[in-house]
């Protein structure tokens, strides 16, 4: 069977299927740029969290080794175990 569209046709066909095509490779463009965006914020967040967790950590770790040991009460006999 013989295409009987015309060559303008054709071209105005062709032309609006590039121009979606277009369209839709913009628009995965800003997705991934908007992605790569996102990530990079999210990857700041947490550095940021990691290193006050750790710095938290350190402090904590710290002020356990400088706090006195706590003094062990002395016992003292029970009326019942002293007889």
Known sequence: MADTRSNTEREAARNRAQSHFQVAEKRDVLVREEI????????AKTAKLRA???????ADRIAVENAPKPA???KKKSAATAR
Not at 36 to 43: G, L, N, S
């Open 72 to 74: 062990t009460p002395s």
């Open 36 to 43: 790569a965006r996102e990530r990079v914020a999210t990857d």
């Open 52 to 58: 006050l967790r750790l710095a938290k950590e350190e």
